[in-house]
C-alpha cells in the first residue's frame, strides 16, 4: 500500500485544516483506513479510522473536533480538524486501519 498526504501547514490557535490522503496498491473500499499522529518526542497514535461501510471511529481528544470522510471513487481518505490546539502539532499520517506501512506524512503545526 502506497499512501501520499497532504493539506498540513501552520494554523493558529482555534483554526482549521483539511488533511487529503490517496492509497494506491490497494483495493481501497475493501479496506478501513486511518490517520495517526506523532509529536515530537512522542509514540505514533491513533486519531480516526473509516471502515469500509463508512463506520468512523475516533481518538477521545479528536472526538467533536475532527471529522473523518472517505471518497472511495478517488481512493482518497479525508480529515478535517476544526478548533486546533498546540497539543495537536504533530506529524499525521494515514495508512490501513490497522496500519501496514507509512508514508510520508503531512506536519500540522498550530502556534500563534
Known amino acids: 500500500v502506497q499512501v501520499v498526504e497532504s493539506g498540513g501547514g501552520l494554523v493558529e490557535p482555534g483554526g482549521s485544516l483539511r488533511l487529503a490522503c490517496v492509497a494506491s496498491?490497494?483495493?481501497?473500499?475493501?479496506?478501513?483506513m486511518g490517520w495517526f499522529r506523532q509529536a515530537p518526542g512522542k509514540e505514533r497514535e491513533f486519531v480516526a479510522a473509516?471502515?469500509?461501510?463508512?463506520?468512523?471511529y475516533y481518538a477521545d481528544f479528536a472526538k467533536g473536533r475532527f471529522v473523518i470522510t472517505r471518497d472511495s471513487t478517488k481512493n482518497t481518505i479525508f480529515l478535517q480538524m476544526d478548533n486546533l490546539n498546540p497539543e495537536d502539532t504533530a506529524v499525521y499520517y494515514c495508512?490501513?486501519?490497522?496500519?501496514?506501512?507509512w508514508g510520508q506524512g503531512t506536519q500540522v503545526t498550530v502556534s500563534s
Open positions: 495508512s490501513t486501519y490497522p496500519p501496514k506501512s
Open positions: 496498491g490497494v483495493t481501497f473500499s475493501n479496506y478501513a
Open positions: 473509516i471502515a469500509w461501510s463508512g463506520g468512523t
